[in-house]
């Protein structure tokens, strides 16, 4: 069982920026993929970024490419996401979410079995 925890979400003016975390417990997240979605209000949530943590492997969503940066610390059992020149439009709770995965692509993934309870980010002026 694996238990994730994001934090790092805040009030943000735009173009600034912020690093989320997603710390995992329970588990080693060596031979999982995780990702990170976001879900606006009013909005379907959208997987935004995912990386598979023995490979190293990432994939972006157009709207996010550029801008944000997915990583990971194995040592940590900690996924990141760095996200700069932000806008209004990626206001959002963000969620992270992990899945057992040993494929080197994670845009193969269709469900994602943890979830952690999500950060609001708000980018505002």
């Known amino acids: 069982q694996v238990q994730l925890v994001e934090s790092g979400g805040d009030l943000v003016q735009p173009g600034g920026s912020l690093r989320l975390s997603c710390a995992a417990s329970?588990?080693?997240?060596?031979?999982?993929?995780v990702a990170w979605f976001r879900q606006a209000p009013g909005k379907e949530r959208e997987r935004i970024s995912c990386?598979?943590?023995?490979?190293?492997?990432?994939h972006y969503t157009d709207s996010v490419k550029g801008r944000f940066t997915i990583s990971r610390d194995n040592a940590k059992n900690t996924v990141y996401l760095q996200m700069n020149s932000l806008k209004p439009d990626d206001t959002a709770v963000y969620y992270c979410a992990a899945q057992n995965w040993y494929d080197a692509s994670c845009t193969l993934i269709y469900e994602y079995a943890y979830w952690g309870q999500g950060t609001q980010v708000t980018v505002s002026s």
């Open positions: 990386i598979t943590m023995y490979q190293g492997t990432t």
């Open positions: 329970g588990s080693t997240l060596d031979y999982y993929a």
